[in-house]
C-alpha cells in the first residue's frame, strides 16, 4: 500500500519494538514463500500491521526465532516464523498489488504508460490468488475499478474517493475473520482506508499539480492554506476516532501485539500527518523560491 500505517517508535518498549521488527521480517520471509520470490519487494508498513491486526482478531498465537534471509544473508535476525496470519496477510498484499499495477496501466498514458507497463512486469512472479481468496479478489478490483471511474470523471469528491478505499480496505482486514471481531475488522479496514487515501492525497498535493489526479487539488485549487490544512486535520481525526472505538473495543490477548496495535493506531498515525504537514509546507516554500 503506502507506508503510512507505521508505530511511534520513541514509546514503544524494547520488546514491543522486537516484536515489531521480527513481525516485519517474518512476513517478509513468508511472501518469498507464500507468494512468489518477488512479492516481499512490495512490502509495506500497512501490511504488518495487518499481520498484527489478524493475529489480534483471531487471537493466534506466534513464535520467534533467530533466522537468515536474503537481504541480510550473513546475521540472523529475529523473525516470526510462518502462521495463518502472516500467510493470508502475504496473499492479500499480492492481491492488492497485482490487481493495482494492472490498473496503473490501464490508466496511464505516454510516457507513464511504459513506466507502468515496466513496473507492472514484476506481477508475472507473483503466484495467483488461491481458490478461497477468489472472492476477496473480486472485491477489491471492484473497489479499484470505481476508483477509476471517479479518477477518469475528475471527481472532487474527497469523500466519494475516500469510501471506496475504505471500502476496499474493509474486505482485506475482515477477511478471515468470523464472529464479533469481523464487524470490528470492517470498521477499523474502513476508517483506516479512507485515513490512508486522504493521506496519500495530501502528502502528494503539489506533485500532482497539473500531472496526476488529485481529489484535494480539485476540492482545494493549488495551495493548501492553513484553514484548508487544519480541515484535512480534522477529518483525519474523524476517521481515526471511529477507527480507534473499533480498536478499543477488540479483546486482546496479547499483550505485546496490543500495545503495537494501539501505538499505531493513538501515536503513529497522528504523527505521520504531522511529518507530512512538515514535508508539505517545505515543498511549497521551494516552489515559491523557484
Known amino acids: 500500500m503506502f507506508g503510512y500505517v507505521k508505530p511511534y517508535v520513541p514509546v514503544l518498549r524494547v520488546k514491543e519494538h522486537e516484536l515489531y521488527k521480527a513481525t516485519y521480517c517474518g512476513l517478509c520471509k ?42 541480510h544473508p550473513f546475521t540472523k535476525r529475529p523473525m516470526l516464523l510462518p502462521n495463518n496470519s502472516l500467510k ?38 507473483l503466484k495467483k490468488t488461491s481458490k478461497e481468496l477468489r472472492e476477496l479478489e473480486g472485491e477489491v478490483k471492484s473497489s479499484l475499478l470505481e476508483l477509476s471511474r471517479l479518477e477518469k470523471e475528475n471527481c472532487d469528491s474527497v ?18 475473520t468470523d464472529g464479533p471481531n469481523k464487524t470490528l475488522a470492517e470498521k477499523i479496514g474502513y476508517h483506516l482506508g479512507k485515513w490512508i487515501y486522504v493521506m496519500d492525497a495530501y502528502d502528494d498535493f503539489y506533485e500532482d499539480i497539473g500531472k496526476s489526479f488529485n481529489p484535494l487539488v480539485n476540492s482545494y485549487g493549488n495551495h493548501l492554506t492553513d484553514s484548508t490544512r487544519e480541515l484535512i486535520k480534522n477529518s483525519l481525526l474523524l476517521e481515526l476516532g471511529e477507527m480507534s472505538r473499533a480498536v478499543s473495543l ?26 507530512i504537514t512538515k514535508k508539505q509546507k517545505e515543498k511549497y516554500k521551494n516552489s515559491v523560491e523557484e
Open 30 to 71: 513468508s511472501m518469498g514463500k507464500t507468494t512468489g520470490c518477488f512479492s516481499n519487494m512490495t512490502l509495506s508498513y500497512d501490511f504488518v500491521f495487518l499481520a498484527l491486526l489478524k493475529m489480534a482478531l483471531n487471537n493466534e498465537g506466534y513464535e520467534i526465532k533467530n533466522s537468515k534471509c536474503v537481504a
Open 159 to 176: 469523500d466519494k474517493c475516500a469510501h471506496t478505499f475504505g471500502t476496499l480496505l474493509s474486505a482485506i482486514i475482515s477477511e478471515g
Open 250 to 275: 477488540l479483546d486482546i490477548e496479547n499483550e505485546d501485539i496490543k500495545a503495537l496495535i494501539e501505538n499505531i493506531t493513538y501515536l503513529g498515525l497522528p504523527k505521520e500527518f504531522e511529518n
Open 88 to 125: 493470508l496477510s502475504a496473499r492479500t498484499s499480492v492481491i492488492l498489488t497485482r490487481l493495482k499495477l494492472k490498473d496503473n496501466i490501464n490508466d496511464s498514458h505516454g510516457f507513464g504508460k511504459l513506466k507502468a507497463i515496466i513496473q507492472g512486469s514484476v506481477s508475472i512472479f
